[in-house]
């Protein structure tokens, strides 16, 4: 069992930066996939990013490559999610997810937190 728990959204202007963070609970975190997945108001949820145990092999949805990285700490049971350069359609609940494939798919997912809300204002 794996409990997530996300947290560093907000409120920020357009070219803006956050970082979430994602801060797992059980000493099998390191053996995970990591991933970001994201929900707009009236949007179906979209992936964002992934992160393999190993923390080198990462991948990313067009819309966030080269503003967005993910980077994670097995000594820490934590993944992070820099933002930069953000947008107004970066808004949305952030979710953090835990799987054992790295895959885009949500369904794949085994874990999941609770969210946390990103505003990007224009």
């Known amino acids: 069992q794996v409990q997530l728990v996300e947290s560093g959204g907000g409120l920020v202007q357009a070219g803006g930066s956050l970082r979430l963070s994602c801060a797992a609970s059980?000493?099998?975190?390191?053996?995970?996939?990591m991933a970001w997945f994201r929900r707009a108001p009236g949007k179906e949820r979209e992936f964002v990013t992934f992160i393999h145990w190993n923390g080198r092999t990462t991948s990313y949805a067009d819309s966030v490559k080269g503003r967005f990285t993910i980077s994670r700490d097995n000594a820490k049971n934590t993944v992070y999610l820099q933002m930069n350069s953000l947008k107004p359609e970066d808004t949305a609940v952030y979710y953090c997810?835990?799987?054992?494939?790295?895959?885009?798919?949500?369904?794949?997912?085994?874990?999941w937190g609770q969210g946390t809300q990103v505003t990007v204002s224009s």
């Open positions: 059980g000493r099998t975190f390191s053996s995970y996939v």
């Open positions: 997810a835990a799987g054992r494939m790295p895959t885009m798919s949500f369904r794949q997912y085994d874990y």
